[in-house]
Every structure is written in structure tokens, then in C-alpha cells.
């Protein structure tokens, strides 16, 4: 590490929701550019991200919400997507042009699983609206609760970007009115931990694929090799 082989391993968690935004092209042009740094990918939910980089357990996380802990991680934004509701094409609100959360009141929801961020917060936005959703199925997947929804099983509410790859002859994708409710993809780390060239090389790869800048000092802070 200190010699700057490029060689190492990297463990990145990443929830099952973010996994076809753009993390593939990202995983393919690093392979591409470091053959010899192989990626542990561990899909789970943004909380379990959270505790598997403050433990150790993991290098660097993917978070579908900003996390609240500015004390214990370092991160940098990649995408800010709002949720849409999807419903089944004949659904009661399915010809209109947006929807408030609070229409949604008597309706049941196919949600994201507990270990996800976004599980939490579309509760928290619906008990300030006056109600507590009525969950009927929890899932990690988004066929799945796609699925759902085009089965009349419950409402939805998926990111835009997906909603944009949904058949629209099955289920119908609402913009939500305020309060909207956003999936904010995050790269996090933990804050003042040494990290490997190869965890430090993905997060710098990543960065400048996507065109982010970081701090100049990120790097010296990250390790004491230098990046190449």
C-alpha cells in the first residue's frame, strides 16, 4: 500500500434501489482501469450501510438519505431523485396530474424494508400529513414492489429515474406535491479513518467520473501514501 501497487480489495455496501443508477458504469470502468482491485459489493439497506462503516465492516457506503451523523462520516453527494407514487392503471388516482401525500391517507402502501433510510422517512412525512401509513408488504426490490402496485396490492413510491423505465400501460407514476420526498444518494466513509490506496483510488475514480469536486486535502487526510 504504502509502494502504491494497485492491487486490494474494497468492500462497498449498497442498497439493493441504488444498484441500477449509475453504480454499474461506475464498477465497470474501475474494473476496467484497476483489474487488480477487486469490489466486495454488499447489497443492503442505507442503515445497515451506516453501521457497517462505523464498525469497520465495510470501506465505503452508498446511502439512499443524507446521513445525520456529520460527527463520525465524511461524504459526498451523487444524486438527488424525487419519489414518485405508482399505482395500478386504473386506480383511483391514476388520471391525475400530481398527488399529495395526504390523498394517499386510506391507501396501502408497498414499502421499502426497515433497514432502508427511505422506509423511515416516508412514515415520518406521512405522520405529519395526519396518518400513519397501513403497510401491507415490505420489499428491498424494486420489481417487486413495481409489481406490486401494477397488481392493485398497494401504492408505491419509486424514484423518478425508475419511474421513467416503468411500463406505463400497467401502472401509472404521479409526481408527489409537497411534501416531497427525495432519494438522495450519498458515497460515505468513515470520518478520520486510514484508508487503503485502492478504497482511497475508488473514491477519487468515482468522484471524476462523475465530474464531483472534492476537497484537494481529501486524500492526504484519507492516508499517508500518496495517490497516484
Keep these: 500500500d504504502v509502494m502504491n501497487i494497485k492491487k486490494g480489495s474494497i468492500k462497498i455496501g449498497l442498497p439493493p434501489i441504488a444498484s441500477s443508477s449509475v453504480f454499474p458504469r461506475i464498477i465497470g470502468e474501475f474494473n476496467k482501469a484497476y483489474p487488480d482491485i477487486s469490489l466486495q459489493i454488499i447489497e443492503v439497506g442505507s442503515k445497515m450501510v451506516e453501521h457497517g462503516i462505523e464498525d469497520g465492516t465495510l470501506d465505503i457506503g452508498v446511502v439512499c438519505t443524507l446521513p445525520t451523523k456529520e460527527d463520525v462520516f465524511d461524504m459526498f453527494s451523487l444524486v438527488k431523485d424525487p419519489l414518485m407514487l405508482v399505482v395500478h392503471s386504473e386506480h383511483r388516482l391514476a388520471k391525475k396530474d400530481v398527488v399529495s401525500l395526504a390523498e394517499l391517507k386510506e391507501e396501502s402502501f408497498v414499502l421499502y424494508r426497515e433497514d432502508f433510510s427511505l422506509h423511515d422517512r416516508i412514515i415520518e412525512k406521512c405522520l405529519k400529513?395526519?396518518?400513519q401509513p397501513k403497510v401491507v408488504c415490505e420489499s428491498s426490490q424494486r420489481d417487486f414492489m413495481t409489481e406490486a402496485a401494477a397488481a392493485n396490492l398497494g401504492v408505491a413510491l419509486l424514484p423518478k429515474k425508475i419511474c421513467s423505465e416503468l411500463d406505463g400501460k400497467r401502472v401509472k407514476a404521479i409526481p408527489l406535491a409537497e411534501p416531497a420526498i427525495y432519494l438522495q444518494l450519498a458515497v460515505i466513509w468513515k470520518k478520520d479513518k486510514y484508508m487503503s490506496f485502492a478504497a482511497r483510488e475508488w473514491?477519487?475514480?468515482?468522484?471524476?467520473?462523475l465530474g464531483i469536486s472534492l476537497p484537494a486535502n481529501l486524500?492526504?487526510?484519507?492516508?499517508?501514501?500518496?495517490v497516484a
Design 219 to 226: 486524500f492526504k487526510k484519507l492516508g499517508t501514501a500518496t
Design 129 to 131: 400529513c395526519g396518518f
Design 203 to 209: 473514491l477519487k475514480f468515482t468522484s471524476e467520473l
